[in-house]
C-alpha cells in the first residue's frame, strides 16, 4: 500500500519505505545518489510505501528497477547466479558432482547455501515438530472433548437408564456418544477452519512484505486439521 506517489515506472525511480525516507530525508520528487564504484547514480523517489516500523533494528528496504539495480553493482546487463529447480526426490550434491563437466570454466555448478548448510534438514525438522505440536494439540482437544462427554454421560443416567429398559442396547447407547462427540469434532473443525484461514491471510496481507512467498493453504494441512478434530471428538 503506498503512502503517496507511484510504483517505480521508469528506469531510475524508486520507491523508499519510510525508515529509508526518515534517514534520507526524502520525498516524492527528490532525487538521490547511490554511491558505487565511479560516479554515483541518480534516482528519483517517485513514492513511498506503508510499512510498520520495528525499531532500530529494522533495515530499510526499497524497490527499484533491475536495470538500475545491475547498474548500482556494477553489473549492467550480466547474471552472476543462475539457480536451477529440481525435483524433491532429487539430491541436490549428488546431482551436481554428476553434471559438473557439464559447465565450462570459470563458471561452477554446486549446491544452494539452503543445501550445504543443511536448511533442508532444518525444515524436515521443523515439519516434524509441526507434526508433535499438532498431535499434542489434538490430544489436549481429546482430553477436553473427554471431559465434557463424561460429564455429560454422567448427567445422562437415568435417560439411559429408561432407554435401557425399553430395550436400547449397549451397542446403541455407545455409537449414540460416538456421534455426539463426532458432531462435536465436525462441528469444531467447520468454523475453527475458515476462521483460522481467514487470520492466516489478515496476518500475510498485514506483514506481506515480510511473508514474500504470499498466502498458500496446504490440502494435507486442511486434512490433518479436519481428521484431528473429529478424532477428538470421538
Given amino acids: 500500500e503506498l503512502v503517496s506517489g507511484t510504483r517505480p515506472l521508469k528506469e531510475r525511480d524508486i520507491l523508499l519505505d519510510p ?3 526518515d ?3 526524502a520525498g516524492v520528487g527528490d532525487t538521490v545518489l547511490v554511491q558505487r564504484f565511479g560516479a554515483p ?4 523517489v517517485c513514492g513511498i510505501y506503508r510499512r510498520p516500523k520495528l525499531g532500530a533494528l529494522q533495515r530499510p ?4 528497477s533491475r536495470a538500475a539495480l545491475g547498474e548500482a553493482c556494477s553489473l549492467e546487463g550480466r547474471a552472476t547466479v543462475a539457480a536451477i529447480i529440481l525435483r524433491d526426490e532429487v539430491d541436490a550434491r549428488a546431482w551436481c ?3 559438473a ?3 565450462a570454466d570459470p563458471m561452477i555448478l554446486e549446491p544452494a547455501e539452503a543445501v550445504t548448510t543443511g536448511l533442508d534438514r532444518q525444515m524436515l525438522a521443523s515439519k516434524l515438530g509441526f ?3 499438532s498431535s499434542i494439540a489434538f490430544l489436549s482437544c481429546a482430553f477436553i472433548v473427554a471431559v465434557g462427554l463424561t460429564t455429560a454421560v454422567t448427567e445422562q443416567q437415568r435417560e439411559m437408564a429408561i432407554a435401557r429398559c425399553i430395550g436400547a442396547g449397549r451397542r446403541q447407547l455407545f455409537a449414540a456418544q460416538l456421534v455426539v462427540g463426532g458432531a462435536i469434532g465436525t462441528v469444531g473443525g467447520l468454523i475453527g477452519l475458515p476462521l483460522g484461514i481467514g ?4 496476518l500475510v496481507s498485514i506483514y506481506r512484505e515480510y511473508m514474500r512467498a504470499g498466502f498458500a493453504i496446504s490440502p494435507v494441512g486442511l486434512l490433518l486439521a479436519m481428521c484431528g478434530t473429529i478424532t477428538a471428538g470421538l
Fill in 19 to 21: 525508515a529509508a525516507a
Fill in 23 to 25: 534517514a534520507l530525508k
Fill in 41 to 44: 547514480i541518480e534516482l528519483t
Fill in 61 to 64: 528496504l526499497v524497490e527499484m
Fill in 97 to 99: 558432482k554428476e553434471h
Fill in 101 to 103: 563437466t557439464l559447465v
Fill in 131 to 133: 507434526t508433535l505440536a
Fill in 199 to 202: 487470520l492466516a491471510w489478515a
